[in-house]
């Protein structure tokens, strides 16, 4: 049987070449708030309250999304995307933002139906149009894992992956993109066979860089979305190579 292969995107300075949550701190004249609220709030309710602000101010999730659109995304990274989702391979995104920042995006640049599954933070909008932002994991329910923030631990998504595969488990190799230290987590539970990409100088290619000998996958740096889009296929190719296809 031949090779799945799975990719999995974090987004922001990934997928993104920025941060989308502070993207709309700055562009939407919330940073003296933020900052005021930073030392005392865990980050999904501050993101939460951010929009919060938003709304009380008379701000639509129309304006929101139209200051999302603006948030730099690579040609290349959007082409690299589109060429490994018509090879086959299975897109997914796992991502500390939230559903609604990481929708508005891949939409606008026609990347959305790329992807089989986003995992975030959960986002609603209600009747009065007000963007709500909810944590990943239950912060009253700890996860237990101190590499990663209290609302989502991307390794026990990554497990969650992996108890999905069931029978195809062994016939599955990943390919995990990331930059952030809440990447290093997942990275840890990546066997032979399968490949990360951390993006350099960030603070997953630092940590792994610093403790290689915890890493089975192949590791593979890149800085833009060039080098992106070429690790990203040939290493696409070779899985496909492998499997006679």
Not at 75 to 82: D, L, N, P, V
Not at 88 to 108: M, P
Not at 136 to 148: E, F, K, R, V
Not at 172 to 200: E, N, Q, S, W
Request: with cysteine; charged share 25%.
């Amino acid at each position: 049987m031949a090779n799945k292969i799975v990719i999995i995107f974090d987004f922001d300075r990934t997928l993104i070449d920025d941060d989308s949550d502070r993207w709309v701190i700055c562009e939407m004249g919330l940073a003296h708030l933020y900052n005021q609220l930073r030392p005392i709030m865990p980050w999904t309710s501050l993101m939460d309250r951010m929009v919060e602000e938003l709304h009380s101010q008379g701000r639509t999730t129309e304006e929101i999304a139209k200051c999302l659109q603006g948030i730099p995304l690579h040609q290349r990274t959007a082409a690299a995307i589109k060429s490994a989702h018509s090879k086959g391979c299975d897109l997914k995104v796992v991502s500390d933002a939230n559903k609604f920042y990481i929708e508005t995006v891949l939409k606008h640049h026609g990347l959305l139906d790329c992807f089989s599954e986003i995992i975030t933070n959960p986002s609603t909008v209600d009747e009065h149009d007000r963007l709500r932002i909810y944590p990943y994991h239950d912060i009253n329910a700890p996860h237990g894992c101190t590499l990663c923030p209290p609302n989502m631990c991307k390794g026990l998504v990554f497990k969650r992956f992996l108890a999905s595969l069931g029978a195809d488990y062994e016939d599955t190799r990943f390919i995990y993109l990331g930059d952030g230290g809440g990447d290093f987590c997942p990275a840890l539970k990546l066997g032979k066979g399968d490949h990360v990409m951390p993006r350099k100088n960030f603070p997953l290619c630092d940590r792994i860089n610093s403790n290689p000998e915890l890493i089975e996958a192949g590791v593979h740096e890149w800085s833009n979305g060039e080098e992106l889009e070429q690790i990203l296929l040939r290493l696409i190719d070779a899985g496909n190579d492998r499997n006679g296809g």
